[in-house]
């Protein structure tokens, strides 16, 4: 995908200085784009690994920001340990080291709710106005982050307080909607290629509409729907991610289903992001079943996971010792999954390998595009 069209469209509004349609191209780049912009900012200034940094810095910013949510609502303990669980699930780091825009959807979701937490405890609407804010970041980053300002807004009005629930939704809806005006006026869609049968085919050929929706596509991902299905997808989310687009999320997502166990007595804060993962995951899960599109709840299963760690420590030494010693081997096993995953780019991080011989040896199409470089004329 970053071949095909984050770096690749990036490339092209650094040096045309336009963000827009791509002509002769596909229609990504009318696509929410916040997260490429970052990726222009680097390409602008010629520094293309600056790019990766960018979307590590999500990662690195997200772990950040679930160690101070946990220390304001639970303990400095169960800061420390929830960051490192979310910061190691094989997903994240995978994701991270590579120059897509998953996790920017992952950062600003948890600040979202992260805001919206603060606003349930204090009733200031500022934080109402930055929860919608961060919500306005996420769909402009992927068309699935729309899910997320409906949980919040729904909270919102559980709480019948409709000054916040409106500030919300004018804010979200102000940080969002260049990305989605743009598209109407160029496609007369603002969700395009998406609801043609809504806002029409644009005047394209209704197989072209379903191709770039990669619709075929995404109805082979995943385990399908059922009861059945849903019994078993908790096994082949773990032990065949293939199914559900080849990422991985490992073990912590039993978390969603082992938690409810735990509900009485459980903090309300706890409560709170549960529900929110549970209603999430249902929508993704009816929705499409591709797990980079589960992530954002991974901040909040590390922080369900270390509260509950903690919580059952409490009972006994025994008890203690035995959770805490499966939380180091599962913590040691995802450190060495991600180190095999990433081994291969160790060489070009630390200078010893040169970013030609590990093109060369990773992307097929670089010996040709090389040559056509040096060898064809400059126009």
């Given at each position: ?19 827009g ?48 949510f ?5 303990t400095?303990q ?16 995978i ?7 998953d ?24 934080w ?13 980053v ?15 009005l559980?709480?019948?307080n ?23 006026i160029?496609f ?9 049968q809504?806002f ?19 109805s ?5 729907l ?9 096994w ?50 009816f929705?499409?079943q ?37 939380c ?31 093109l ?14 040096t ?5």
């Open positions: 995908d970053s071949m095909v069209y984050h770096l690749k469209d990036a490339r092209y509004f650094a040096e045309h200085h336009s963000i349609h791509i002509p002769y191209d596909s229609t990504n780049a009318l696509w929410p784009y916040l997260v490429e912009m970052y990726f222009v900012i680097a390409l602008i200034f010629g520094r293309y690994e600056l790019a990766g940094v960018f979307h590590v810095s999500f990662a690195l910013a997200g772990a950040a920001a679930i160690y101070a946990s220390k304001r609502f639970f400095r169960s800061g420390f340990l929830a960051s490192t669980l979310f910061f190691f699930i094989p997903g994240i780091i994701l991270a080291v590579q120059t897509y825009v996790l920017g959807l992952v950062f600003y979701a948890f600040m979202a709710v992260y805001a919206y937490s603060i606003w349930a405890q204090t009733k200031q609407t500022k109402a106005a930055l929860s919608g804010a961060m919500c306005g970041l996420g769909l402009s992927k068309y699935f982050g729309i899910v997320i300002p409906f949980i919040l807004a729904f909270y919102f559980v709480k019948r409709i000054k916040s629930f409106l500030l919300f939704c004018v804010v979200a809806l102000a940080a969002s909607i260049l990305w989605y005006v743009r598209q109407y160029v007369g869609n603002p969700v395009f290629p998406f609801l043609s809504v029409g085919n644009s005047g394209l050929d209704p197989q072209v509409i379903e191709g770039l929706s990669e619709k075929t596509i995404r082979t991902y995943g385990a399908g059922g009861v059945k299905n849903f019994i078993l997808f908790w082949q989310i773990i032990f065949s991610p293939k199914k559900f687009g080849g990422e991985h999320i490992g073990p912590i997502i039993l978390i969603l289903p082992f938690s409810v166990g735990f509900l009485r007595g459980m903090d309300r804060n706890v409560k709170r992001i549960l529900i929110f993962s549970w209603v999430y995951f249902i929508a993704w899960f929705a499409s591709n797990l980079r599109f589960l992530f954002p709840i991974a901040p909040f299963l590390a922080i369900i996971a270390a509260y509950l760690v903690l919580r059952i420590a409490a009972y006994s030494k025994m008890t203690k010792r035995l959770i805490l010693g499966v180091g081997i599962y913590l040691m096993g995802c450190f060495a999954f991600c180190f095999y995953h990433v081994r291969d780019t160790i060489g070009v991080v630390c200078g010893l390998e040169s970013k030609e011989s590990y060369r040896r990773n992307e097929r199409s670089f010996e040709v595009s090389s040559y056509i470089n060898q064809a004329p400059k126009r």
